[in-house]
């Protein structure tokens, strides 16, 4: 059993105190007490890290964190553009680079740094996709590239937009500098203000957008996962499964006595 090693004060001699999952258990419940359960997290995780260590290395049997749960953080569920959300923000949008910027966002999903290191060469307007990958420069969340298909009505903006002489990027400044996501942010931002939209949008809000839409018009969430480029489909179920139309209603429906 993995015991905490305390010193005596009467003959210095160390006096092990035994660490079980129950103690554990108490010791997290006395976290939560000043502390944010994510806090706490960080805490238990850094805490079970540091004891598989002392495993390895014989200091200790067990891992007494090894049965011990981390804290259950319900998803807080993120605001997402609706259709009319949509057509109150494109009322407001001026032509031009943020709105290009806007709108691949909302047809592809694409984080605001995959859209901002978007090249050229990463659009197939034959085979209608769009690839999102690692370069020398950038490299994905997922540390993964992906392939995106590409909307008629995106591939028909894209086409319009001037290219950049000496550059591979999409969105590209004036000043031949690639689109900042900071000012990115701010504008997507203006433009919901002005729409009168929830002010809790960020530019973020256009991949949870595009997600979502997916899911309600009944796109499978194993497609959904490719296209966002989740790890496990489990995150792509926790955020987007509630959002899908019931399956168990469409089977009864096909019924036809």
């Given at each position: 059993?993995?015991r905490?090693?305390?010193?005596?004060?009467?003959?210095?001699?160390?006096?092990?105190?035994?660490l079980?999952?129950?103690?554990?258990?108490?010791?997290?419940?006395?976290?939560?007490?000043?502390?944010?359960?994510?806090?706490?997290?960080?805490?238990?995780?850094?805490?079970?890290?540091?004891?598989?260590?002392a495993?390895?290395?014989?200091?200790?049997?067990?891992?007494p964190?090894?049965?011990?749960?981390l804290?259950?953080?319900?998803?807080?569920?993120?605001?997402?553009?609706?259709?009319?959300?949509?057509?109150?923000?494109?009322?407001?949008?001026?032509?031009?680079?943020?709105?290009?910027?806007?709108?691949?966002?909302?047809?592809?999903?694409?984080?605001?740094?995959?859209?901002?290191?978007l090249?050229?060469?990463?659009?197939?307007?034959?085979?209608?996709?769009?690839?999102?990958?690692?370069?020398e420069?950038?490299?994905?969340?997922?540390?993964?590239?992906?392939?995106?298909?590409?909307?008629?009505?995106?591939?028909d903006?894209?086409?319009?937009?001037?290219?950049?002489?000496?550059?591979?990027?999409?969105?590209?400044?004036?000043?031949?500098?690639q689109?900042d996501?900071?000012?990115?942010?701010?504008?997507?931002?203006?433009?919901?203000?002005?729409?009168?939209?929830?002010?809790?949008?960020?530019?973020?809000?256009?991949?949870?957008?595009?997600?979502?839409?997916?899911?309600m018009?009944?796109?499978?969430?194993?497609?959904?996962?490719?296209?966002?480029?989740?790890?496990?489909?489990?995150?792509?179920?926790?955020?987007?499964?509630?959002?899908?139309?019931?399956?168990?209603?469409?089977?009864?429906?096909?019924?036809?006595?």
């Amino acid at each position: 059993m993995p015991r905490t090693i305390t010193k005596c004060k009467t003959n210095h001699k160390f006096v092990a105190d035994p660490l079980t999952t129950q103690r554990m258990e108490q010791f997290k419940s006395t976290l939560l007490k000043d502390y944010a359960p994510t806090s706490v997290n960080i805490i238990l995780r850094h805490l079970k890290a540091a004891f598989s260590k002392a495993v390895s290395w014989n200091y200790l049997e067990e891992n007494p964190l090894k049965d011990v749960h981390l804290v259950r953080i319900p998803e807080k569920e993120s605001p997402f553009l609706t259709s009319e959300d949509i057509e109150k923000l494109r009322k407001v949008m001026e032509s031009g680079l943020y709105r290009d910027a806007i709108e691949t966002g909302l047809y592809t999903g694409m984080r605001v740094s995959d859209i901002r290191n978007l090249s050229w060469d990463d659009i197939d307007f034959v085979g209608m996709k769009i690839r999102v990958r690692n370069t020398e420069y950038f490299t994905t969340k997922s540390k993964r590239e992906r392939t995106v298909p590409l909307h008629p009505k995106l591939a028909d903006l894209l086409a319009l937009r001037a290219r950049v002489d000496h550059s591979p990027f999409v969105f590209v400044r004036i000043d031949m500098k690639q689109v900042d996501t900071g000012t990115a942010n701010k504008k997507f931002k203006e433009y919901c203000d002005l729409a009168g939209l929830d002010s809790r949008f960020h530019f973020h809000s256009l991949r949870h957008t595009f997600a979502s839409h997916l899911a309600m018009s009944g796109v499978s969430l194993y497609f959904i996962q490719k296209i966002l480029g989740h790890r496990s489909i489990e995150t792509t179920a926790r955020t987007y499964a509630h959002l899908q139309p019931d399956p168990l209603l469409s089977a009864v429906k096909v019924l036809k006595y």
